[in-house]
């Protein structure tokens, strides 16, 4: 069946620095994936989607990149402050359905 | 303002008692979906609905139930018959039912069975 990975152990990072969060998966592949944030005891909220034909997609500080062949797409914040800290989910469509399967999320600790 | 408001953002329920969390949207969305989060778990997909008067079952339907009278609401009924429902229950809702829109989700309401 289809899988989705996210590094389950929190990232802690220093301000300034660039963060990078990894999301594997496994025995499908989708045609898009989304990224999205969760604050706790909050709703997520989208941030960025990636098409299989796309290898990288930029918005501000955010870049995904989406490689089809290592099933992996990478979560990078650039220039990273405490207000990034949060939970960040991958979210690729699940397979026969439109519908987000999302994963675990890796959380983000950003310190000053 | 638009946006999709749950509530209540807490919830609590004696065991044997049916609940019903309320969702509602005001962003003129066709589609509306509910979801479970456990801690340290994904969020699970219990029904959702791609217009008004229908719905379909996700990953977790058993002991759950939902209407779509309305366009802009989507309450979800947990039910007595499903075993381990204290979690937190996230409404989201996207323009339509299809592949590549992105989800706009409510602050969610967390359900405690005493």
């Known amino acids: 069946s289809q899988k989705i990975e996210q590094n389950s152990e929190a990232l802690n990072i220093q301000e300034g620095k660039t963060a990078t969060l990894t999301c594997n998966y496994t025995n499908y592949s989708p045609a898009y994936l989304q990224w999205y944030r969760q604050d706790p005891g909050r709703g997520p909220v989208f941030l960025l989607l990636?098409?299989?034909?796309?290898k990288e997609k930029r918005k501000e500080r955010l870049k995904v990149t989406f490689d089809t062949t290592l099933k992996q797409s990478l979560f990078h914040i650039t220039a990273s402050q405490p207000a990034d800290s949060a939970t960040y989910l991958c979210?690729?469509?699940?397979?026969?359905?439109?519908?987000?399967?999302f994963g675990r999320g890796t959380s983000l600790i950003v310190h000053p | 303002d638009g946006g999709i408001t749950q509530s209540p953002k807490y919830l609590f329920r004696k065991e044997g008692q049916n609940v019903t969390l309320s969702c509602e949207q005001n962003l003129n969305h066709d589609a509306m979906y509910w979801y479970r989060q456990d801690p340290g778990q994904g969020l699970r997909l219990i029904y959702y609905?791609?217009?008004?008067?229908?719905?379909q079952k996700g990953d977790i339907a058993e002991g759950y139930s939902v209407s779509r009278e309305k366009k802009e609401s989507f309450p979800l009924t947990v039910t007595s018959a499903q075993k381990n429902p204290t979690a937190f229950y996230l409404c989201a809702s996207s323009i339509e039912g299809g592949p590549g829109n992105e989800q706009f989700f409510g602050p969610g309401t967390r359900l405690t069975v005493l």
């Open positions: 990636i098409r299989e034909n796309e």
């Open positions: 979210a690729p469509p699940s397979g026969g359905s439109y519908i987000p399967t």
């Open positions: 609905s791609q217009i008004v008067n229908d719905f």
